[in-house]
């Protein structure tokens, strides 16, 4: 197909095909910086380290487990436990060392203001590991 042509008085119409030479010739250009630039974010300093041996990792922190029924009953490691008795059980593991990771369960109808009491006792208590436990959706077949 010829873009032009020697006869003037014909009515030119709109050019159907689109000019894609200045877009290969963009992405030519970034495919050269990439090619350039790539080198330098691989570079990396190669050292040779010492041996040593180490003495054996200091003994890991237990963990807790704090149960929380819809019904608003905390349980300490599988047993039902008091609020009064709670905050002494909490007070006593801030005292431990290393202190132990309390891992929170509670039910998924249990209220939230449950919950957070039993948050705001452990951090008034001084524990700061808190972790909530969850179970994985069941996958579907």
């Known amino acids: ?20 030479t200045p877009m290969v010739d963009v992405m030519l250009v970034l495919l050269v910086i990439f090619i350039i630039s790539a080198p330098m974010f691989t570079h990396a300093v190669k050292l040779d380290l010492p041996k040593a041996q180490a003495q054996a990792n200091p003994q890991q922190a237990a963990s807790v487990s704090l149960a929380i029924d819809a019904k608003g009953q905390v349980y300490w490691n599988d047993e039902a436990v008091a609020p009064t008795a709670l905050d002494a059980r909490l007070a006593a593991a801030s005292k431990l060392d290393p202190q132990p990771e309390l891992q929170l369960r509670a039910d998924k109808n249990t209220r939230y203001e449950v919950v957070a009491q039993v948050m705001a006792a452990a951090q008034t208590a001084g524990l700061s590991k808190l972790g909530f436990v969850t179970e994985p959706p069941k996958e579907k077949k």
């Open 1 to 20: 197909m010829a873009f032009g042509s020697f006869n003037h008085h014909r009515q030119q119409g709109p050019m159907a095909d689109i000019n894609v």
